[in-house]
């Protein structure tokens, strides 16, 4: 099934999303029309990916198959009850975070086929996560489709309501504490005199490669951080100080903070 993608909402992570299928080959940038809310904006960012930009929602409909909801949540009960009749027809795929299946329900006409994601950022560069919702209204064929294309730009995991919430926390807050851990290692690599794009490089890889070595091997994380620490060595040293400092309870509780802002 090739679907014609329309996007309603061509913000951050709609922009990333249609950025890392086309990027991976998924999809035809020709096939990939966009709506916004400021269309002078929407060019500009549509000529960045060679998508076509469109006036209005009813156009995004009329041209597309498949439907990629990334408004922001509070939009969504003033823009989909304009534009609902219109979706009936389509695969909905929202990436709208806290609207999930029985929610949908409810702004959508009955019958509509859509299902509720939760991606995070570097699906831009098809290394992403999106955690797709188990409850979903999608035919099989649809739902094979969908999943081909998701896996082209994204690890997949399927997960029931109860447990979206803390998946997207784990895959969508955390490219910020990435990126911080990243940044902290830079300032250290610069205060011992490397430069600060040869000290982010080499932490961004580390970081890249600690988790490819997890993924393909399996083994333990423990086990991982104590095959890098020897007896009396450097590394050890290392961990002692990150544990005085709070380091694995600092992770934990900005997790914490983070669900417990979203209750
Ligand atoms: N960013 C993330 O890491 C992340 C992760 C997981 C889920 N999400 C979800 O993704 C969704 C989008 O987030 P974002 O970060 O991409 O936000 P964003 O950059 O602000 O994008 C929102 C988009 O919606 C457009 N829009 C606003 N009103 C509209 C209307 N009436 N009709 C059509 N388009 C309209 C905006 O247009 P203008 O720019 O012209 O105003 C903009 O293109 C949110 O629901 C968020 O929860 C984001």
Redesign the pocket.
């Known amino acids: 099934m090739n679907w014609k993608m329309g996007v309603?909402?061509?913000?951050?992570?709609?922009?990333?999303m249609i950025g890392g299928w086309i990027k991976s080959g998924a999809i035809d940038k020709n096939d990939v029309y966009v709506?916004?809310?400021?269309?002078d904006?929407?060019c500009r960012?549509a000529e960045k990916y060679g998508v076509h930009p469109c006036r209005t929602?009813a156009e995004v409909c009329e041209k597309s198959d498949m439907i990629l909801l990334?408004?922001?949540?509070y939009?969504?009960e003033?823009?989909i009850p304009e534009v609902k009749e219109m979706l009936k027809d389509k695969v909905v795929v929202?990436?709208?975070?806290?609207?999930m299946f029985d929610r949908m329900e409810t702004v959508l006409c009955g019958g509509t086929h859509h299902i509720s994601t939760?991606?995070?950022?570097p699906v831009a560069v098809c290394e992403g996560i999106i955690i797709v919702q188990d409850k979903h209204s999608l035919s099989d064929d649809e739902y094979t489709t969908l999943m081909n294309l998701l896996n082209q730009i994204a690890l997949v995991e399927v997960m029931d309501e109860q447990h979206i919430g803390i998946g997207?926390t784990l895959s969508?807050a955390t490219?910020a504490y990435a990126a911080m851990f990243i940044e902290a290692l830079g300032d250290a690599g610069v205060k011992h005199g490397l430069t600060r794009a040869q000290a982010y490089r080499l932490a961004a890889k580390m970081i890249q490669g600690t988790g490819k070595l997890y993924l393909e091997e399996g083994n333990h994380p423990g086990a991982m951080k104590d095959a890098v620490c020897s007896p009396g060595g450097i590394t050890i040293t290392g961990v002692e100080a990150l544990e005085r400092n709070g380091f694995r309870f600092a992770v934990m509780d900005a997790i914490n903070a983070c669900q417990a802002k979203k209750m």
């Open positions: 309603i909402g061509f913000g951050n992570m709609a922009q990333a709506c916004a809310a400021h269309y904006k929407l960012s929602i990334a408004i922001k949540p939009q969504m003033k823009v929202s990436v709208v975070s806290s609207w939760c991606p995070n950022t997207g969508g490219p």
